[in-house]
């Protein structure tokens, strides 16, 4: 069954010298979501942004922020991109000792709990924290990078995902990052994904914001009605 798609524009992919205007076209555009990549250097490779940049986009924006946080002992900086106005956050199942612990701390905070796992973390991993969690964030490429080719080896997972929240009976989201555009939007959809998250097709020279999202709509769409 495919569930109601919603779209989370990735600000990574996005032009920093303009960002309140990209921001602003987003929401014009019926962005459901605004995705905020956080990297340490450590747990990833690259270094991105920090609570400042949620700050920022939290005065330009009423859509809500989705802070996605690749960094080691996201624990010491909850506090921070909670009252930056972060909307949810995920922390990483590979980066958390205590993660029963730190979705609980982020409920606390006011946000809403995400667990986020790598292309080679299995899905049983999570039944454990499955009833702490808002979003289960699935990466569909290794995180570091915007514009990297979707695996197409997590659409098992996927499924399986999606059937362990079905069987939970609570609402949670699953949520696909990385590798997510026209050509792979459709299938995820298909698997059971209910958030997109997409950076470099969204946020780029060839089409404006609005036609991104629109196009990644569209994608969903006609797959729906074969
Ligand atoms: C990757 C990040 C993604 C990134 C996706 O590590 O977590 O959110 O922005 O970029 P695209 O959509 O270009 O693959
Ligand atoms: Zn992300």
Same mark, same amino acid.
């Given at each position: 069954m495919t569930q109601s798609i919603r779209i989370a524009p990735s600000i990574l992919s996005?032009?920093?010298?303009?960002?309140?205007?990209?921001?602003?076209?987003?929401?014009?555009?019926g962005a459901d979501l605004i995705h905020i990549d956080v990297m340490d250097g450590r747990f990833v490779?690259?270094?991105t942004m920090g609570a400042l940049v949620v700050e920022a986009a939290r005065r330009v924006t009423t859509v809500p922020l989705d802070v996605h946080l690749m960094i080691f002992e996201p624990e010491r900086h909850l506090d921070a991109f909670a009252r930056a106005g972060a909307h949810r956050i995920s922390v990483h199942w590979e980066a958390c000792p205590n993660l029963h612990r730190t979705l609980q701390t982020i409920q606390e /905070?006011?946000? @809403?709990?995400?667990?986020?796992i790598n292309p080679h973390i299995p899905a049983s991993f999570l039944s454990e924290v499955l009833h702490l969690v808002d979003v289960v964030l699935v990466m569909t490429v290794n995180p570091g990078f915007g514009g990297q080719?979707?695996?197409?080896?997590?659409?098992?997972?996927?499924r399986q995902l999606r059937a362990m929240i079905a069987a939970s009976g609570r609402d949670v989201d699953l949520e696909v990052d990385g590798g997510i555009h026209v050509g792979t939007a459709a299938q995820v959809a298909a698997a059971g994904a209910?958030? /997109?998250?997409? @950076?470099?097709a969204i946020f780029n020279a060839r089409h404006s914001?609005?036609?991104?999202?629109?196009a990644l709509r569209q994608a969903v769409?006609?797959?729906?009605?074969r």
């Amino acid at each position: 069954m495919t569930q109601s798609i919603r779209i989370a524009p990735s600000i990574l992919s996005a032009d920093f010298t303009r960002l309140g205007e990209q921001l602003r076209d987003a929401e014009a555009a019926g962005a459901d979501l605004i995705h905020i990549d956080v990297m340490d250097g450590r747990f990833v490779p690259n270094i991105t942004m920090g609570a400042l940049v949620v700050e920022a986009a939290r005065r330009v924006t009423t859509v809500p922020l989705d802070v996605h946080l690749m960094i080691f002992e996201p624990e010491r900086h909850l506090d921070a991109f909670a009252r930056a106005g972060a909307h949810r956050i995920s922390v990483h199942w590979e980066a958390c000792p205590n993660l029963h612990r730190t979705l609980q701390t982020i409920q606390e /905070l006011g946000c @809403g709990p995400g667990v986020a796992i790598n292309p080679h973390i299995p899905a049983s991993f999570l039944s454990e924290v499955l009833h702490l969690v808002d979003v289960v964030l699935v990466m569909t490429v290794n995180p570091g990078f915007g514009g990297q080719a979707f695996l197409p080896e997590t659409l098992p997972k996927l499924r399986q995902l999606r059937a362990m929240i079905a069987a939970s009976g609570r609402d949670v989201d699953l949520e696909v990052d990385g590798g997510i555009h026209v050509g792979t939007a459709a299938q995820v959809a298909a698997a059971g994904a209910s958030v /997109l998250v997409a @950076g470099s097709a969204i946020f780029n020279a060839r089409h404006s914001v609005k036609q991104g999202i629109e196009a990644l709509r569209q994608a969903v769409h006609e797959s729906k009605s074969r």
